[in-house]
């Protein structure tokens, strides 16, 4: 074992948990593991995800459709949910379709203020 790291069991626990319920942040993590006799710090779980590639739930998402595709698993409904509203996200929001050019206009303002009486 490597000075300063956790347990290899415990760090497969983490890094497990993160494909398992990729929404879950290190907290939750840390405090599900701590139910199991796992004790991980928050920072500890952070720690491991960095030394995985894992650390954004983007990251999470990948890795689980990288195990999917590799072991061809059945998705759970945490799983499942993390997915579609990964893909939720990624549609575009807001966009404004017009019929020609110059149908839209837009104005920005700002207040400038007063400085030193001018």
């Avoid at 074992?1 to 497969?12: D, L």
């Avoid at 960095?50 to 954004?56: A, F, G, I, Y």
């Avoid at 409904?77 to 837009?106: C, D, F, M, R, W």
Wanted: aromatic content about 6%.
């Amino acid at each position: 074992m490597i000075k300063n790291r956790v347990e290899e069991c415990i760090e497969q626990a983490v890094v497990q948990m993160a494909i398992d319920n990729p929404a879950w942040g290190q907290v939750r993590v840390s405090n599900e593991l701590r139910k199991k006799g796992m004790l991980v710090s928050p920072g500890g779980v952070r720690s491991i995800w960095l030394r995985h590639d894992m650390e954004t739930f983007q990251k999470h998402l990948k890795a689980l459709s990288t195990k999917v595709e590799q072991e061809g698993i059945v998705l759970d409904e945490n799983q499942v949910a993390a997915l579609e509203k990964a893909k939720a996200e990624k549609q575009a929001h807001g966009e404004i379709e017009t019929y020609y050019p110059g149908s839209l206009v837009a104005q920005d303002t700002y207040y400038v203020g007063i400085s030193n009486g001018v």
